[in-house]
């Protein structure tokens, strides 16, 4: 670097961008990948110069950076072109949340901000900690994480230890540790084969289509198909290796995983009625409106309770009426709602 610390950084990935936010040193970006989506404000701040594998390299000359943040071997013809321009540059490799905390102390490093970022990166691990103490003694779900649909990819390393760490057990642990995902390509076969109590989908910035995941051949029988377990959380919370993952993405999963643990009675465990979420009376009242056997249609529920007793298992999508029509609107209660409701075994009204 021609100073230090440096005034004039491009980040080329969205994790470096956010923590250089959380430092307070966001006054020295001066471009960001056209990702970066975090914090909020970054949008309307900092110029645009780069994709994930492509970037407008004259732009980022015309920025005079005195250091580029690049992120992975997929970057490296971008790094070799701003090398060879004379720029310095700073590429991370890491695949995992020891990698994740040592990128945080490194960015802090870099710009003369040692204190700040060792708190940062304590604060994180501290929180890791609380997190896999709270699901210790609770029942492990068992996870596919789907980072890509065609081919089916499986989760990377850091994403697989925040299922861990939020009680989750990885159904492709062994894949994890695979830098590149081609190396992580399972067939759909082996996916029903694991068996996965949830499944949770972020396709790389495309929308996750959970029926089209739930309609693929063979997979009605997956668990986490049958219980309507199938969750999407955002690319920019989970795929980006750095503090999103470790607060609203590890967040995201630790909620898809308490849902799968709630309805004890749809997977045989303990008797159904001592549950960690107790059913409001608007939620009751919702309940009741649900069918056993059949559907009723979702525009004539309370909106406001559909998602939540959806992921908490109270309430499954029926896909197609009794005469075989395909619906997409149609709900039925659960066997663990019907017990949440009537403990006594009264029938459903």
């Known amino acids: 670097m021609r100073r230090f610390p440096p005034e004039r950084i491009v980040c080329l990935t969205e994790e470096t961008v956010e923590t250089l936010y959380l430092l307070g040193e966001q006054v020295r970006i001066v471009g960001v990948s056209g990702y970066a989506v975090r914090p909020s404000q970054v949008r309307g701040e900092k110029p645009r110069v780069s994709a994930f594998t492509s970037a407008d390299i004259l732009k980022i000359l015309a920025l005079d950076p005195d250091l580029v943040l690049a992120f992975s071997d997929l970057q490296a013809d971008i790094v070799a072109e701003l090398v060879r321009a004379g720029v310095a540059v700073h590429a991370f490799n890491h695949r995992d949340v020891a990698g994740i905390l040592a990128m945080i102390r490194t960015v802090g490093a870099l710009v003369g901000a040692n204190g700040r970022a060792e708190a940062l990166a304590r604060g994180y691990e501290e929180r890791l900690v609380r997190v896999a103490a709270e699901a210790q003694g609770q029942p492990r779900p068992r996870v596919f994480f789907e980072e890509w649909d065609e081919p089916l990819i499986s989760g990377i390393g850091w994403v697989s230890e925040l299922v861990r760490v939020a009680g989750g057990e990885d159904v492709f642990p062994e894949l994890a540790a695979q830098a590149a995902a081609k190396d992580r390509i399972v067939a759909p076969e082996a996916v029903a084969a694991a068996a996965p109590d949830v499944i949770l989908a972020s396709w790389c910035g495309k929308k996750v289509v959970p029926a089209r995941i739930a309609a693929r051949p063979g997979w ?23 503090p999103a993952a470790l607060t609203d993405g590890l967040d995201a999963i630790v909620a898809a995983l308490e849902a799968a643990r709630a309805p004890v009675a749809e997977s045989g465990g303990g008797d159904g009625r001592h549950r960690p979420w107790a059913l409001s009376e608007r939620h009751r009242a919702v309940l009741r409106k649900v069918p056993d056997d059949g559907w009723v249609e979702g525009s004539r529920l309370d909106g406001r309770c559909l998602d939540l007793l959806l992921r908490r298992g109270w309430i499954r999508r029926v896909h197609a009426d009794p005469q075989g029509r395909a619906r997409q609107d149609g709900y039925q209660r659960t066997s663990a709602a019907r017990l949440a409701l009537f403990p006594d075994g009264r029938p459903s009204k």
Do not use: F, H, M, Y
């Not at 668990?223 to 989970?238: H, Q």
């Open 220 to 242: 009605d029988a997956i668990p986490a198909v049958r219980a309507n377990r199938i969750t999407e959380i955002k690319s920019p919370l989970i795929l980006q290796p750095g």
